[in-house]
């Protein structure tokens, strides 16, 4: 995985464009190892593409690739590309309450290293999950909130976010972010949400559920926005139910759902696998 480099392209749909980068990279002496692609609409659409290739054989340094294909091929057609490169770990921040489910799975995955990561803190505005991150020997930090001090609570976590951090992950952080806040790190803040998307945002979602008597219980995983859970989602999923589980039954069915797909979504990320138009995303999982 350290030679492979990952192309993502969002253009208006027009013929050529896949000739187009490909021609580009083998004549620059890059070995394609994967190619996705999708159109919006069989004319007139939107063009999306990821693209992996390996990079020990490229005839010029990375500066000097990517300022070439923007003059010869991004311009042509009117690209927003971005070039990332496996070798350059990704950096994970991640904020957390009282909860401890979906930080736990993300803490595991990323130790055994199926999340390509390198997880540099945990921050939370309680104290109660100290020894446990302490036990996969990231730094912890506890930043009190309340309604009095949140502008204060939140520049001491940028502080400790430094310009470093590539993604923050919300697994389970029960505070409201701020638009100053999200606005320093569009789509790359990431949030699971423990209720099916657009259904029961806010607090409480499985009593929300419980009451409402749905037959369907769901997590959904999406990037956060200054609107409250209306970012673009990334991943959801769903368990079935009846009449005969309580809400406390539901929440812990729910707890299950919102470890894994919180847990694809940060994976899809860290590998590049999103792009973003407007308010949706398309997934090349």
Not at 183 to 193: D, L, Q
Request: proline share 5%; aromatic share 8%.
């Amino acid at each position: 995985m350290d030679t492979t480099a990952r192309l993502l392209i969002t253009c208006p749909d027009r013929p050529g464009i896949v000739s187009a980068v490909t021609a580009f990279l083998y004549n620059h002496g890059a070995n394609i190892t994967a190619l996705d692609q999708h159109s919006s609409d069989p004319e007139g659409g939107t063009f999306f593409m990821r693209l992996e290739f390996q990079t020990p054989h490229l005839d010029v340094s990375r500066g000097v690739l990517e300022a070439t294909f923007q003059r010869a091929v991004a311009e042509r057609f009117e690209m927003q590309w971005r070039l990332s490169y496996a070798a350059d770990v990704k950096r994970v921040a991640i904020l957390v309450s009282r909860h401890d489910h979906a930080l736990l799975e993300l803490l595991w995955r990323a130790a055994r290293r199926e999340l390509p990561c390198e997880v540099t803190q945990v921050i939370s505005n309680h104290p109660d999950l100290g020894e446990a991150v302490g036990h996969f020997g990231v730094p912890f930090h506890h930043v009190p909130v309340t309604r009095e001090t949140k502008p204060e609570a939140e520049a001491r976590i940028l502080e400790l976010l430094g310009g470093d951090t590539d993604l923050v992950v919300l697994a389970r952080y029960m505070q409201i972010l701020s638009g100053d806040f999200v606005a320093r790190y569009p789509n790359r803040i990431i949030n699971i949400h423990h209720s099916f998307l657009p259904a029961f945002v806010g607090a409480d979602p499985y009593r929300q559920a419980f009451e409402r008597g749905v037959k369907l219980i769901g997590a959904t995983a999406h990037y956060v926005t200054e609107e409250l859970d209306q970012g673009p989602i990334i991943d959801q999923d769903v368990l079935r139910v009846s009449h005969r589980h309580s809400a406390a039954q539901m929440k812990e069915l729910g707890m299950n759902v919102e470890r894994l797909v919180l847990a694809r979504a940060v994976k899809w990320h860290l590998e590049d696998r999103i792009l973003v138009c407007g308010n949706r995303t398309v997934v090349f999982a």
